[in-house]
């Protein structure tokens, strides 16, 4: 069993910058991890993931501006949001899949950006 706790959200002006924190514990996160968010009233979208060995992919709206990275030392992963737009506004998760049928996400964290 995982258990992720995400942390480091808040409010932040346009083009200030955040760093999101997933921690894991009970379990060590060894394949890819997801960040994921959703704002109000839109479905849930995919951000960013990062894998095991350590490459990335992002979603064409936060290129060039989030940087995902993990620790294993410390099972984190981390999502570095800089340049910041209001639309980046969103409740954020982080997403480990443990194998078929073992999805475990966190509680989430708010990220606000005011204009």
């Known amino acids: 069993q995982v258990q992720l706790a995400e942390s480091g959200g808040g409010l932040v002006q346009a083009g200030g910058s955040l760093r999101l924190s997933c921690a894991a514990s009970g379990s060590t996160i060894s394949r890819s991890v997801d960040w994921y968010r959703q704002a109000l009233g839109k479905q849930r979208e995919l951000v960013a993931t990062i894998s095991s060995s350590g490459s990335t992919n992002y979603a064409d709206s936060v290129k060039g501006r989030f940087t995902i990275s993990r620790d294993n030392a410390k099972n984190t992963v981390y999502l570095q949001m800089n340049s910041l737009k209001p639309e980046d506004t969103a409740v954020y998760y982080c997403?480990?899949?443990?194998?078929?049928?073992?999805?475990?996400w966190g509680q989430g964290t708010q990220v606000t950006v005011s204009s």
């Open positions: 997403r480990y899949s443990a194998g078929v049928f073992r999805d475990y």
